[in-house]
């Protein structure tokens, strides 16, 4: 690993060797003015460590250890808060990781941007934060209701952020994500989403696995679109004083997003429906309003395309690949 350019910006991507974090990094390379990315993932989901490109410097530690986030976010000129302890299911058998990483770890972080005046900080929080709030689309106004201690661990992330930028003046802003998808996307660990774990058991011919009847739907994100969206606010230093919906306003059921795969898989695709579980909503759709006024360049790409993308670079020999 190189050291940074020291001409130009230097951004700090927590989580960066995740899925979501190491896609953000190739955006982010590819912008005018980057002197250097500072990965800084504890690779306990994450695994991308190497991206071909000298600007790009790799750190090791946990979120929850506020020295050594002090040290890497030290000379820096921007931050992507990405790094967090995911899922619902995790959270429920282990609240108290989730809450300690994803708290606790983005206190660290602002409190690493305040001290050393970081120009811009963007935080993850999730869609999960309206819970039990049944009306669809979820508008940003609407009353949070989590279900889960995950949920309440983002709704704490994005309320941080809000205080650190009232409060101190720390530049920032939240987006709340829904169900992101893409290349680069882990199957192979126990609380890996829903399309990676419906196309490893395809790879498999496995019976896919629903939690309830399928009629639950989701507003399934490409993450060229996310990564897209976090480059552009974090690169213009644009501020909100509340969180904003990362997502386009569509809604997929589980049953439909199988049909579609039986559309484009030549095998055959059995599935297996079974109990609910704890924590789940029923129903996620966003309200892309505010989002669009903020970024109206921003360009969608057709779900049917993002998911071929998706199953073709998991079918390939790609999938070798770091991910």
């Known amino acids: 690993m190189s050291a940074s350019d020291p001409q130009g910006l230097i951004v700090v991507v927590t989580g960066g060797a995740g899925f979501i974090g190491a896609n953000l990094v190739k955006r982010l390379l590819r912008e005018p003015g980057i002197g250097g990315i500072r990965i800084f993932d504890d690779f306990s989901t994450g695994t991308n460590r190497e991206f071909g490109d000298p600007r790009v410097e790799v750190f090791e530690g946990d979120l929850r250890d506020a020295t050594r986030v002090d040290e890497v976010v030290r000379g820096a000129s921007r931050i992507v808060h990405l790094g967090a302890l995911p899922s619902v299911p995790r959270s429920i058998a282990d609240p ?180 609910p579980r704890a924590g789940d909503v029923p129903h996620s759709q966003a309200s892309s309003e505010l989002l669009t006024s903020l970024l109206p360049d921003l360009e969608a790409v057709a779900f049917e395309d993002s998911i071929r993308e998706v199953y073709e670079w998991y079918f390939s020999a790609r999938t070798s690949d770091p991910a």
Do not use: W
């Not at 009353?143 to 809000?162: C, D, F, I, Q």
């Open 96 to 275: 108290r990781s989730s809450i300690d990483v994803n708290i606790v770890g983005t206190l660290n972080v602002l409190e690493a941007g305040r001290a050393h005046e970081i120009e811009h900080v963007v935080v993850a929080s999730s869609s999960s934060v309206y819970g039990a709030n049944p009306i669809l689309p979820k508008a940003e106004s609407l009353a949070t209701r989590p279900l889960s201690p995950y949920a309440v661990s983002k709704l704490g992330t994005e309320a941080l952020a809000n205080a650190y930028f009232h409060s101190f003046g720390l530049p920032t802003l939240a987006f709340r994500f829904f169900n992101v998808f893409g290349p680069l996307q882990r199957a192979d660990h126990a609380y890996a989403a829903v399309i990676p774990k419906f196309l490893d058991a395809m790879k498999r011919s496995a019976p896919l696995t629903v939690f309830g009847d399928g009629t639950q739907s989701r507003d399934f994100t490409s993450v060229h679109l996310v990564v897209d969206a976090l480059a552009k606010v974090s690169m213009q230093k644009f501020v909100h004083e509340s969180p904003v919906n990362l997502a386009m306003g569509t809604r997929t059921t589980l049953n439909e997003l199988i049909d579609l795969l039986r559309a484009i898989h030549p095998g055959q695709i059995d599935v297996e429906y079974v109990e």
